[in-house]
């Protein structure tokens, strides 16, 4: 069936590193793809999102580009800010005829230090 | 204003008790979701309604009761629950379990449920 693998966490970087979150995806078709952000306390929230094979989705700084050929949606950031820290999840639409879902990875903690 | 309201963000609870957990969209959405999140484990689907029919059960213990009354309220009835159940609870909706999917999910802020 439809899966999604990203990286293992925690992530520890500092302030205005660069950012990278492996997300790779089995799926039948072209599924859309997604990120999103779940800040402490909070619910999670669409990050960004990609719906055909080169697609990029940005959003804040970030930015994800849909990889058919490698079945990738990695997430990227150049400058992180403390703001930044947060589990980020990797998903994709499982369309599965009229029961669809959306299918989450693990996701992974990014904590960013001053 | 995220469009899906959770209502009450913390729940403090003894085994014995009943509590309900609410949640309300003004999306204009048809498919509504339950999901349990515990500390250290991976997003857990408990329960899914579109168009207020409950098309998926988990293999949810029956002390987790759902019921949806219309296509933008959901609740999660709770009784005699057990420690390990404390965890954030999160509502979720999508415009239906079609295509619409594919748009994504709109997410509650979830309460923060606490079994003593």
């Known amino acids: ?114 | 204003e995220t469009g899906v309201t959770q209502t009450p963000r913390h729940l403090v609870m003894g085994m014995t008790n009943k509590k309900s957990l609410k949640c309300e969209q003004h999306l204009g959405h048809n498919a509504m979701y339950w999901y349990k999140q515990s500390a250290k484990k991976p997003l857990e689907l408990m329960f899914v309604y579109n168009f207020k029919e409950q098309t998926e059960n988990n293999s949810v213990p029956s002390r987790f009761s759902p019921e949806c009354p219309n296509s933008s309220h959901l609740f999660l009835h709770l009784h005699t629950l057990q420690p390990e159940d404390s965890a954030l609870y999160l509502c979720a909706s999508s415009q239906d379990r079609g295509v619409g999917v594919g748009y994504g999910y709109t997410f509650g802020s979830g309460t923060r449920l606490t079994v003593v």
Not at chain 1, 52 to 75: I, P, Q
Request: with cysteine; glycine share 12%.
């Open chain 1, 1 to 114: 069936g439809n899966s999604v693998t990203q990286m293992e966490g925690p992530v520890t970087l500092s302030e205005e590193a660069f950012l990278t979150i492996n997300c790779t995806y089995t799926a039948t078709g072209y599924p859309s793809l997604f990120w999103y952000v779940q800040y402490p306390g909070e619910g999670l929230q669409l990050l960004l999102k990609a719906t055909k094979a080169d697609d990029k989705g940005s959003n804040k700084g970030f930015e994800a580009t849909y990889r058919k050929e490698t079945t990738s949606f990695h997430l990227e950031k150049g400058s992180v800010q403390v703001s930044d820290s947060a589990v980020y999840f990797c998903a994709l639409a499982d369309y599965g005829g009229s029961q669809g879902n959306l299918i989450f990875g693990k996701g992974t903690k990014l904590s960013v230090k001053p």
